[in-house]
């Protein structure tokens, strides 16, 4: 899994590619999240469109980035999930408590609605 960083505004932007599987990945990731709390940065989208594949460990990974922002008064959505990445979501009803995009310009704008 890579990550890469971006920002729009107030609300920051990591895009994922490969595999989200745990192990490594949810180390880095978990440094990402700590990495955003610190700056301040608690509202955030995760662009899911290069992601190919995602375990459990990374449905965990992701409800564990959700709770941690939520907790420090942000959140976390999701973008450009792919149906195969959809499967496990849905399977999981993590779509029942996460809010899902089509876009990362939807996820983004999302922010700007709720003020």
């Given amino acids: 899994m890579k990550i890469s960083e971006s920002k729009s505004g107030d609300v920051v ?6 595999e989200l599987m ?3 990945s949810a ?3 978990q440094k990402y999240v700590y990495r955003m709390i610190e700056n301040d940065s608690v509202n955030i989208v995760l662009d899911m469109s290069e992601v190919e594949w995602m375990n459990s460990a990374g449905l965990g990974m992701i409800m564990g980035a ?13 973008a450009s999930v792919s149906e195969r990445v959809a499967r ?9 408590v996460i809010q899902i ?3 990362v310009d939807e996820a983004v ?7």
């Fill in 13 to 18: 932007v990591l895009s994922f590619s490969g």
């Fill in 88 to 96: 496990p979501i849905a399977v999981t009803r993590l779509d029942s």
């Fill in 101 to 103: 995009y089509n876009s």
């Fill in 22 to 24: 745990g192990g490594e």
């Fill in 109 to 115: 704008k999302s922010f700007d609605e709720e003020e």
């Fill in 66 to 78: 959700l709770t941690t922002f939520r907790g420090s008064g942000g959140d976390l959505r999701l």
């Fill in 27 to 29: 180390e880095e990731f």
